[in-house]
């Protein structure tokens, strides 16, 4: 069986990430959707949170399992038996990023290789800092993030039962 780890923060999930994630599914026999602990960025969601949110959205896809991970990509790709990194680009200033990641991750595991996807047109403009920028400005993010996101985000901008967040 092929396996692919797609890693992320995922902070939150956009329907970009499901489109590459389906997209995979495609491609591999199986996609490992790797939510990562270990991150630069300061995130808005909890680890715990991001993990349930994309539980509950890829239920049910069933080439699909969502995991948490620590460390590495690549050592935690090597641990799970992976083949593959997947990666999404969305535009040429991805590539010089993802390029010199691809490398590095060869470097150290020589084994796994990193395979790139384009992002569907209608998600190149879109990442989880924009969208979480929006949110905050109370703009409209209705399908640009799952509904069950969308309602997680304005909950946690705007706490819960109000209506005045995230495209509420």
């Not at 499901?18 to 026999?29: N, Q, Y």
């Not at 690549?74 to 593959?84: F, L, P, Q, S, T």
Request: proline content about 3%; overall charge positive; aromatic content about 8%.
């Amino acid at each position: 069986m092929r396996t692919a780890l797609y890693p992320g923060t995922f902070d939150p999930l956009t329907n970009g990430h499901i489109s590459l994630v389906r997209r995979g599914c495609e491609v591999f026999d199986r996609v490992i959707v790797g939510v990562a602990a270990d991150t630069t960025k300061q995130p808005l969601f909890s680890l715990e949170e991001r993990v349930a949110l994309a539980r509950a959205v890829f239920r049910h896809d069933s080439c699909v399992d969502v995991e948490p991970f620590s460390g590495l990509t690549v050592a935690y790709a090597e641990k799970r038996g992976v083949c593959a990194i997947l990666r999404g680009l969305r535009a040429v200033s991805d590539f010089e990023f993802e390029f010199q990641l691809a490398l590095m991750n060869r470097r150290l595991q020589k084994r796994i290789q990193t395979v790139f996807l384009m992002t569907d047109y209608q998600w190149l403009y879109i990442s989880s800092t924009i969208i979480k920028e929006a949110a905050r400005q109370k703009a409209d993010i209705k399908g640009l993030v799952p509904e069950s996101v969308r309602r997680a985000l304005s909950e946690k901008l705007f706490g819960s039962g109000r209506k005045n967040g995230a495209g509420d």
